[in-house]
C-alpha cells in the first residue's frame, strides 16, 4: 500500500526558503518517477515539478530557476527546495509516483510579509 507523508512547510516572508519532503511507503523512489504537485485556494491541483528515475526533471515555468527536487533514496524521501519564494507559491504541496496512488495530507506552504 502506497503512503506519502510531506513535511517541512510553514510560514515564510517572500524572497525566503522552505526545504519540504516527502517520505513515501509502499514504492521504492529509486525506481520510480516522483513528483510535487501543488493547490491553492479555489485552484486546482498543478504539477511543480517530476523527475523520473534516472534524473530527468522538468519544472513548471513558474518555479524554474528557484525550486529543487532531489532524492535520498536510501530514505526513500524526496526533498523541494525552494528559494525566492512569492505569495503566488503560497498552496497545500503534495508529492507522488503517480496521480492514481493515494494522496498524502500535503504540507501548507504560505508566503507572506
Known amino acids: 500500500q502506497v503512503q506519502l507523508v510531506e513535511s517541512g512547510g510553514g510560514l515564510v516572508q517572500p524572497g525566503g526558503s522552505l526545504r519540504l519532503s516527502c517520505v513515501a511507503s509502499g514504492i521504492r523512489t529509486s525506481i520510480n518517477t516522483m513528483a510535487w504537485y501543488r493547490q491553492a485556494p479555489g485552484k486546482q491541483r498543478e504539477l511543480v515539478v517530476v523527475?523520473?528515475?534516472?534524473?530527468?526533471?522538468n519544472y513548471g515555468a513558474s518555479v524554474k530557476g528557484r525550486f529543487t527536487i532531489s532524492r535520498d533514496n536510501a530514505k526513500n524521501t524526496v526533498y523541494l527546495q525552494m528559494n525566492d519564494l512569492k505569495p503566488e507559491d503560497t498552496a497545500v504541496y503534495y508529492c507522488?509516483?503517480?496521480?492514481?496512488?493515494?494522496w498524502g495530507q500535503g504540507t501548507q506552504v504560505t508566503v507572506s510579509s
Open positions: 507522488n509516483s503517480d496521480p492514481r496512488f493515494p
Open positions: 523527475q523520473t528515475y534516472d534524473g530527468t526533471t
